[in-house]
């Protein structure tokens, strides 16, 4: 069976399913953060949903990669916080990375990642065990591109990639905060969560199974 890939229709309606699913997480967020912070990334996730949900509504836009990096600019718009200047940095290097393209086979979206890692390093610096979303996003696309060069089917391939963010997640309960305001409580901050990396899987499991369900989709 070919490799499925979806136009730029589908995905304005999987970023937009995507963007309210993160929303509905908001206030559990806002509690993790509080745990280790001041609480804002409810506030952040609330304001740069609504900011991604009402461009998805009301964009022409045909390019797969401007789309993703229109919905970081309205995040970062509405949201100018450290997570949400981390989270615009994420789909703002994912973005680039499939700038021009109007179709996206699955294979590709390991260029979505590896481009929003390389932005979010570059812009925080953070890197895997730093309890940050680096934690739960690095694991998800090594996963994929493992899984996807040693042929694994599309839909086990996006599975493992989510179980592997999963994984990173949890992993940070145990892990030191170096950053943002986390890093004030140091070694208390260990036995917590990490709210970024709670909130980037949230943000892969979505997305990846609404292109599950696309994928199926065409299949039928």
Known sequence: MSEKSLDTARMITILYQVAADLKSHSEELRQLDAKLGDGDLGVTIELGSKAMSEYLQNTSETDIGKLLAQCGMHINQASPSTFGTILSSAFIGGGRAVMGKTRLETKKLALIGEG??????????AKIGD?????????????FKKEMSEGTDEKTTIEAAVKAAEDGMKATVNMTAKFGRAQWFKEKSVGVQDGGATAMYYIIESFANYWISSISLDEA
Do not use: S, Y
């Open 131 to 143: 309890k940050t979303v680096i934690d739960a996003l690095f694991p998800a696309v090594e996963t």
């Open 116 to 125: 929003a890692i390389e932005n979010i390093m570059k812009r925080g610096k």
